[in-house]
């Protein structure tokens, strides 16, 4: 990783656009509808660093390389970050191509050395991303400390998010019906209140690749997966699809009971195996009460 992505919250926060061109308006354009408070600068004014004190972020857009430099000056100077258009020299920071869906940013960036890469390839991600994905995160974001005291355990909360979020609250919030996906979801947070069930499961997936036969559900299930438990001979290409933060166990190590006792407390585990499905494992983990699946592969 060359760059690493970072999002500023611009909730109170002050963002100045330098410069008057096209290349300055489509700067502020990214702006729009958002909460921060947006301030143009141009000539003399954007020379003195008192212009910047305030701001997060610094987007400069102008022809003259001199006012260009002393921009940027100024800018440091107030101890801003900037962004200076094609000019990657004297940037601090790259802006990358953008899907907004409200509280849902997903970014795309090449560090500045293709932007048209970075906006092809935003064009086909902003396809997969519904809608609705930010009336979904704005309903968590408001019931998180909700969710957070009924469930305070955190293997036990995830496995009752990846339900929440992929069922019928998420797509009741999506449809803009939140009077509906706030019943549901109290719904069922009583429900697991009751019950206070594992939802933990075990997916079995062969990893010895390539990562590029592998099906999106195997793609997001590595994705979302709490624990890895990797077998002998798996793919580092397959490895490099999950989670960074997942806890990694080899399993050699690991005995049918560590696994049905990690489900037990509510987590995903992508058990990676590499041959054939391991289904005697299979069998003595489904008779100890676990859920099991084996994920398909593509060409397998």
């Known amino acids: 990783m060359d760059s690493f992505p970072a999002f500023f919250p611009l909730q109170g926060r002050t963002v ?11 700067k502020a354009r990214l702006f729009d509808g958002s909460p921060a408070h947006l301030v143009r600068l141009e000539g003399e004014a954007a020379l003195d660093a008192s212009a910047y004190g305030a701001a997060c972020l610094v987007f400069i857009a102008a022809s003259d390389p001199d006012f260009l430099k002393g921009a940027v000056r100024a800018a440091h100077a107030a101890g801003a970050p900037v962004n200076v258009v094609d000019h990657p020299d004297l940037c601090d920071f790259v802006t990358p191509a953008v899907i907004d869906r409200g509280e849902v940013v997903a970014a795309i960036g090449t560090g500045g050395a293709s932007p048209m890469l970075a906006s092809l390839l935003r064009q086909d991600i902003e396809a997969r991303v519904p809608e609705g994905a930010g009336r979904v995160a704005a309903l968590f974001r408001l019931a998180q400390d909700q969710i957070r005291a009924a469930i305070p355990d955190l293997a036990r909360r995830r496995a009752f998010l990846r339900i929440a979020l992929t069922g019928p609250i998420a797509e009741a919030a999506s449809k803009g019906d939140d009077a509906h996906a706030r019943m549901l979801l109290n719904q069922a947070l009583a429900e697991h209140a009751r019950t206070d069930r594992a939802m933990g499961r075990v997916l079995w997936l062969r990893g010895d690749g390539p990562a590029d036969l592998l099906t999106l559900r195997a793609a997001r299930a590595l994705g979302q997966a709490d624990t ?9 290409d397959i490895l490099d699809l999950a989670r960074r933060d997942a806890h990694r166990l080899s399993a050699p190590d690991l005995s049918i009971e560590a696994l049905a006792a990690l489900a037990r407390e509510g987590q995903l585990v992508v058990r990676l195996f590499v041959g ?14 676990v859920t099991c699946e084996t994920l398909a592969v593509a060409g397998a």
Request: glycine share 14%.
């Open 276 to 289: 054939p499905a391991p289904d005697e494992a299979i069998n003595a983990l489904e008779a100890l009460g």
């Open 16 to 26: 100045v656009v330098v410069g008057a061109g096209e290349a300055a308006q489509a």
């Open 228 to 236: 890895l438990v990797i077998g002998t001979g798996a793919s580092s």
